[in-house]
């Protein structure tokens, strides 16, 4: 037999003058046993958190974010450079920026994302999240929202959102033509997707975008 296997067993199976000896040792092998599971359940419980946090965040983003002070104008030429980088499936231009709402005597702030729908899906998994409507319908004054937001302000398909123009001040009528969850409370409650050009003209960039995702 095995030293280490003598020794264990010594302890373990103590004789009978030595049976509290025993008892001691096998609670303390018992605390480290659980110990260990605790320790490994929690691990567990932490890395999918983690995982699925990670998901989500990336899920409504992309995996690089590319910006420039100031914007860049030449979008398509940027990324057609960027195309031909290995590893690089594809990118698309957006376009943030904050404005003002008020529906049904409700004001509030919200990030207004300009995308363009068709290159967006391929690069998020916005598509996914849809849980009303469609984003294929997002052109013109189409409108995508959160489900919190929806929520929140009692929103549905079709239903106006007025948003204010932080250029001039004029109300924009828009349409909701999709309702997203992304399990992200922040996201669905303060995000909102319109087309690049709509977001364009209401900050008034011209041709310029805020990046690439």
């Known amino acids: 037999m095995r030293y280490e296997f003598f020794v264990s067993f010594r302890y373990l199976l103590a004789k009978r003058k030595e049976k509290f000896v025993s008892i001691i040792s096998l609670i303390s092998v018992l605390g480290v046993a659980v110990g260990v599971c605790a320790l490994i359940v929690v691990i567990g419980v932490m890395a999918g958190f983690d995982n699925d946090l990670r998901d989500k965040i990336v899920g409504t983003n992309s995996h690089l974010v590319i910006e420039r002070e100031g914007g ?10 960027i195309k031909v980088i290995p590893h690089v499936i594809t990118a698309s231009p957006f376009l943030n920026g904050q404005v003002l709402i008020k529906v049904k005597g409700e004001a509030d702030s919200i990030i207004l994302r300009g995308i363009v729908p068709g290159e967006e899906i391929k690069v998020t998994r916005i598509g996914e999240y ?4 469609s984003i294929e319908d997002l052109k013109g004054e189409g409108i995508l929202i959160g489900s919190e937001m929806a929520d929140s302000f009692n929103l ?9 123009s932080p250029l001039d001040g004029e109300i924009k009528n828009f349409r909701v033509v999709g309702i997203f ?11 909102a997707f319109v087309e690049l050009k709509k ?4 900050f008034g960039t011209g041709t310029i975008v805020g990046g690439m995702i």
Request: aromatic content about 8%; charged content about 25%; hydrophobic content about 40%.
């Open 130 to 133: 849809i849980k009303k409507g």
């Open 199 to 202: 977001a364009q003209q209401l």
């Open 181 to 191: 969850n992304s399990g992200m409370y922040d996201y669905d409650l303060n995000l």
């Open 72 to 81: 860049i104008e030449d979008a398509r030429a940027v990324i057609e450079r």
């Open 156 to 164: 549905n398909i079709s239903d106006l959102i007025p948003i204010f």
